[in-house]
């Protein structure tokens, strides 16, 4: 096959209290079209990142696609062309660098036969990207709990039921190098218990869809209260979402606000940009629902 089509999800992880552990897939796309042929490789960016994103060797696409050629010793298409459809706003904590990473990794994959299994495909990725959460549920669809520190990673994805998501991403610039920077070496054992407890909650409140339980289960002592301060109006828009019991916390490394509303997804997405406006920070918002799609891919 000479043509390819790859779409992968947006993802939200650490969701509260589950930090590098648990991803969330959601219903937002990247679509990437392959192509063999044409004159050297060549890439074309529409949508989100059109006109910001590398059209050339230096799009995070081609070098994922590449890390798989390089790996397995093959020899790359000298001619490629490449058409990114992307609808994952970038560095907004929705897991737009991950599906990039898929992207390529899995085209990669299939132009050379398949070699590698989904395991194998997140495996990879971990040593690409540095850690496991978003992308097992890109791979893998729905409420994904992943330990990505065995070979294989352990993933444990869990069908959910109808949730009403709301996303909120400020218009703040927070590196991941710098999210992670703010996190302290060590944490202590109350926090520490306190996540364990969370995080079991968490899960069981997502697969139950129980909004209530939600509420106490996305607290978080290990990674939000150092972060917040790096993303203005944070903080407090993830005390407005809860004001109308909508369980909200950051999402991945921020500087999205991520919440799980009932029927009132509007009037919590309101309060969240308010927070933020009031904070001198614009924003834009998404309405979604988890996938139980995983990544996919047709020729």
Sequence with gaps: MNELVVTVPATSANLGPGFDCLGLALDLWNTTTF?????????????????????DSGNLVVQAFTALYVRREATMPRDLQIECHNLIPLSSGLGSSTAAILTGLIAANFFLGQPLSKLDLLRMTIDIEGHADNAAA?????????????????????PLPALN?????????????EARAALPEKIVRADAIFNLNRL?????????GDRRLLLTA???????PYRFPLIPGSHAAVLAARELGAAAALSGAGPSVIAFANDNAYAVANAIQAAFRNAGVNTRCYHFTPTMQAARWYG
Excluded: N, S
Excluded at 165 to 177: D, I, N, Y
């Design 35 to 55: 192509r063999i042929g044409g004159d050297g490789i060549q890439v074309c960016v529409k949508g989100e990142g059109a006109g910001q994103l590398p059209e």
């Design 138 to 158: 890109a791979l893998f669809g729905g409420l994904v709990l992943v330990a990505a520190d065995v070979h294989p990673p352990v993933v444990r994805p869990y």
């Design 165 to 177: 998501v709301v996303a909120v991403v400020p218009e703040v610039r927070l590196p991941t190098r």
């Design 200 to 208: 079991a909650l968490l899960i069981d409140a997502l697969r139950e």
């Design 218 to 224: 996305m607290d978080d002592r290990i990674h939000q």
